[in-house]
């Protein structure tokens, strides 16, 4: 099998694989029960007008899809209409257009709120992922390094209690500690109607205002990779060929950079792929703690309010991510071990 | 030795970790000059919408009230006041009413708020069907005119008694404006250009929403510059910016905060009854099966609740004391019927509550035949067919509910009756609700208009069929009372027929009103004083009332 190949290969598994998505994420959300025009507008004493103006502006008029007017299998419908005509094409005709509709609850498009808060998540547990990822591999190495002695289980109970914190508590005795002994903003992106004289200012607040949700996600995810690290590490320090290299005089320093760390870090792709997938879902738990604008947060909501379109936006954002990073990790391994092309 | 060379490297890497999220030492910057005075709130929500045509939240309304002026405003007794107008004059018949506009009233963009921007107003909120609930409080217009700069005309198609209530909500908006808005059910209303006393500054949707006052209102002139109302997502941080002097004032919290906050030194913890007054019910299923709803209706209801004597034994063995100090911790009002006491002079404060006593429920149901015959604990009916079990639904987004439920369980099982607990989401807890009336108890609640016109309406036979009528009951007498309150314009006589109304469904135990939640505010008492605190009435420390009233400690 040829490298271009087995490229070839994964893409089109993950161009069906978001198609698949998009089908199912229509449907996922049009077999609950329920009227999603009158969902989260619980007010009585809408009129019926009222109820169908609402119907027509979001789309809900229209049959679901050619025979079935809703996905309630008692209720049929017309066969013979253009099928153009169902919501389901619009739907995909829509995404395809780049537009993901409006939200219920806001009446603002999907597409441009799910951006504002995809880059707050980015900015967020992009500047948490890494830190963990360099802080976890570095003490992974050295906890692997200096197996069985101090250092070792000194990490080792260091990263079993971080990782198996729960993450909310952490947050809010971390939010206590920190907005009470040194004066650090409690929640929120920026000091809310602060006004700022240079760009720099800005950022610093911001970054103020992320210090105490990113040292919480650190910690935990710190816990993760070091004991990853540690583990692969140490199988492969066992192998042998490294005892060849050892026989050979190379330095410790000279087998764990040339030949011990990149076989070692085929668990650790694995895991940080599936971590940046997920990244783009934000930390519910750290979002809603420091009322950090995310994404997490806004799925968060939007399921409390039964706010469909955001959710689906939401879903598909999140699916399209954890595949690309799928895609992307599947990619690495062809580059780290080139046995995998192979099988 | 290696290892030499790889400790330096993880140093770096540490330093560099710490460098990049190292704490700026620096304040924040001040917002705007250094005299500016500005009020932080801390609230758990944010609103919705900018559009008044749109908004559901009570946040969005909140921003409504500093930003827009309306006809009428609701004061925190309950009572109403004249603002845009200086005047008002109703024709004898009470169908023609002429308001006179006080002068100096200006959008934020410096044109002037004249009579044709009200006109304009009434007749848009009317006419959009892509405005669901506004169009609700025009109901009854037939004609709104502004026939010079200063008058504006109403006509109704009725004499109607709240007028009031119907005007507050109807914000005036600029007609040179929303005129051109194209389609007013999508339209953001970002700049939300108004003519109240504060005008907006900046909206990040679920972040903050930051005012500046004008100093150019005609009636009302704020000490405070600037007011940010900051949105915090966990109870348990909004508590703690106030501790920390993050916010100077928080518009909820969580009650189990309310006991080691009052403790603190600086803050004071304020309750009482809420501005949007909202009201906890256990609804028991009474639709007689001539009364059940043809097509929608399955009234499946037990025919124990139909009886009124079960429903006063239940009554007798709830204790509401209790259930408030559990469920609530000790901060809510015993409930009575419908009408909350959130509704001043409507809210029937003469009745007396049914007395609790597990004994009394006892004899109530031993006299009507309600006996345990086969030893089990639980009461049959009277010919034996089947015990007194109820089925209890609750929806699974209340926060009350679940606690409830269980205690109901605990105390009408003194009395010998079993409930069957089950949690539903809403959508499905209304298709077993109504119009269907399959259910036995359910336990769900309202949030009420300043008019109680619409909670008394819920209970009349009329309603049945539409699913707003939650018991199924039905009572000529009721109906013809609801019908007059409706018509008369005499308020001292209204307010005796909606009395007279209260009496009978208490009387009927139509439904159980465990209690009417307070409302739990806190705010710094180093920062401003003279909040308006709820001896007048109602509490609302962010209403306009408040952030006109308040100044700076100096």
Redesign the interface.
Known sequence: LSRSRYILQKFAWAVFTIAFVIVLNFFLFRVLPGDPARAGIRDPRLTQEAVEAIRVRFGLDKPVINCFQSLNPLETGDCFINPFETQFFIYVGNLLRGDLGISYDTNRPVKDFLIARLWNTILLIGAGQILAIILGMALGILAAYRARTAIDYAALLTSLLAWSLPTFWLGIILLFIGSSRFGLPIGGRETAGGSFATVWQEWADVGRHMLLPTLTYTIVFMGEYMLIMRSALLDVLSEDYILTARAKGLRTFQILKDHALKNAMLPMVTLIAINLGFTVAGAVQIETVFSWPGLGGAIYEAVGRRDFPVLQGAFLLVAFSVILANLIADLTYSYLDPRVQAE | M?LK??FP??VI??L??AC??A??A?E?????EAESV?L?VGWAGSP??L?PG?A?LTEAYTAFELVYDSMYQLNLDGTYSLELAESVNVSDDGTVWTFTIREGFTFHDGEPLTAGDIAFSYNFYASN?????L??YTGYFASVEAPDDRTVVITLSQAIPNMESQLIFLYVLPEHIWSQVATP??Y?NAEMIGSGPFKL??Y?????I?FAATGQHPLYSPKIN?A???????Q??LV??L??G?VDMITEMPNTAVASLRNEADIAVVNGPSFYPSVADVIFNVVEPENCPPGDGVCSGHPALRDRQVRLALAHATDKQKLIDVVLLGLGDPGLTLIPNGLGPFYNDSLVDYEYNAATANSILDEAGYADTDGDGVREMPDGSQPLLFRMNYPD?STTAPRMSELLKEMWAEAGVAVEIQAL????L??VCCPAFDFDVILWGWGSDPDPG?LLSVMTSAEIT???SETGYSNPTYDELYDQQGVELDMEKRIEIVWEMQRIVFEDVLYIIPFYEQTVQAYRTDRFTGWLTGDAGKLALEDLSSLIAIEPVK
């Not at chain 2, 924040?28 to 705007?32: C, E, N």
């Open positions: 290696p060379k790889f490297l993880l890497l540490l560099l970790a990049a999220s704490p700026q620096t924040a910057p001040p917002g705007g500005i932080k919705d919408t559009n749109t559901v069907p892509d405005f669901p609930f169009p609700v059910g999508e953001e500054v900046e990040a949707p679920d972040e903050f930051h600037e940010v109302f900051q949105r915090f997502e966990n348990d941080a703690q910016a501790r920390t993050q987004d989401d809403p959508d499905t209304t298709s619409f539409t699913g707003n």
